[in-house]
């Protein structure tokens, strides 16, 4: 079966520094991944989106980098702030189960602390 | 990106009653919406694909019956959780699919604490 992996353990960081999240899938072949914050209590806010055939994306201090041999993404937030602190989630497409429409699966994120 | 709007944004009930979450898209017409469920610390698990002007579809092991979806508008999904029992409480969200841009807009989240 399809299983997206990331590090359930919290990281903590010092402002300033480069954060880096990590998304493993096996047993996909995603045409694209997607990453998006969450704060606690609140619905998911999307951040990114990076497609099979690109390495990697920038948005402003965030970086993604896609590797479809490792089956693997990173999402690296460079100068990192407290506002930054939050979950970050992982997800990638996968056909509905009725065939239909491409719907995006999530992981089950990442805490990100970044200390002041 | 669009904005989805979700009511109420928390509720508490007693066990056995109806609880009805609204979702609506406030700048977009969204064919398509979805609704998921998240425990503490858990991932975003999809629970059906509200489709606008005919019958949801569920994901496996979720109950049709005891989670209603009607779709009534382009603009508006509600998810109606029947007969609610304490197992029900978790964090529902609501979200549209912007499928030029395979982005997924989420709602703001409903708390359903049932007692």
């Known amino acids: 079966s399809q299983k997206i992996e990331q590090n359930s353990e919290a990281l903590n960081i010092q402002e300033g520094k480069t954060a880096t999240l990590t998304c493993n899938y096996t047993n996909y072949s995603p045409a694209y991944l997607q990453w998006y914050r969450q704060d606690p209590g609140r619905g998911p806010v999307f951040l990114l989106l990076?497609?099979?055939?690109?390495k990697e994306k920038r948005k402003e201090r965030l970086k993604v980098t896609f590797d479809t041999t490792l089956k693997q993404s990173l999402f690296h937030i460079t100068a990192s702030q407290p506002a930054d602190s939050a979950t970050y989630l992982c997800a990638l497409d996968i056909t509905h189960a009725s065939g239909g429409s491409y719907i995006p699966t999530f992981g089950r994120g990442t805490s990100l602390i970044v200390h002041p | 990106g669009a904005v989805v709007s979700q009511h109420p944004s928390w509720v508490i009930c007693k066990s056995g009653t109806s609880v009805k979450i609204e979702c609506r898209s406030l700048d977009f017409q969204a064919t398509t919406m979805f609704w998921y469920r998240q425990f503490p610390k858990q991932s975003l698990m999809l629970m059906a694909t509200?489709?606008?002007?005919?019958?949801?579809?569920?994901e496996q092991g979720v109950e049709k019956d005891k989670f209603l979806i009607n779709h009534a508008s382009l603009t508006l999904s509600t998810l109606t959780v029947t007969s609610a029992h304490p197992e029900d409480s978790s964090f529902y969200i609501c979200?549209?699919?912007?499928?030029?841009?395979?982005?997924?807009?989420f709602g703001p989240g409903t708390r359903l604490t049932v007692l």
């Open positions: 979200s549209e699919l912007a499928v030029s841009t395979d982005t997924q807009y």
């Open positions: 509200s489709n606008e002007g005919s019958k949801a579809t569920y």
């Open positions: 990076i497609r099979e055939n690109e």
